[in-house]
Nanobody, 121 residues
Framework: QVQLVESGGGLVQPGGSLRLSCAAS????????MGWYRQAPGKVRELVAT???????NYADSVKGRFTISRDNAKNTVWLQMNSLKFEDTAVYYC???????????????WGEGTQVTVSS
């Protein structure tokens, strides 16, 4: 059983910063890609940022230059540093991981339960 546990959400004023973290635990051989997605009320879930095992990153245009994703492969942990937060960044942020349970095995997509980020004055 694999779990993704997120932390670090909360309430912040516009222009402020938050750092999200997500730790994967359980029977894990390796994690190909880790990432963050978000879902605002009434909207579909969207990509925020991803990072692969070589630390190659990908960002949504809306967060480029403001958010930074990083990971520690040994700890199966990914972080999202969010700076210069805007009202429109308000959403539930979900951790995502593409996990292999054995060498050469098919990777499985797993989600965390989400953490709320609210940007408000």
């Amino acid at each position: 059983q694999v779990q993704l546990v997120e932390s670090g959400g909360g309430l912040v004023q516009p222009g402020g910063s938050l750092r999200l973290s997500c730790a994967a635990s359980g029977s894990i051989f390796s994690i190909d890609i880790m990432g963050w997605y978000r879902q605002a009320p009434g909207k579909v879930r969207e990509l925020v940022a991803t990072i692969d095992s070589s630390s190659t990153t990908n960002y949504a245009d809306s967060v480029k230059g403001r958010f930074t994703i990083s990971r520690d492969n040994a700890k199966n942990t990914v972080w999202l540093q969010m700076n210069s937060l805007k009202f429109e960044d308000t959403a539930v942020y979900y951790c995502n991981a593409l996990i292999r349970y054995r060498s050469g095995g098919i990777p499985f997509n797993r989600w965390g339960e989400g953490t709320q980020v609210t940007v408000s004055s």
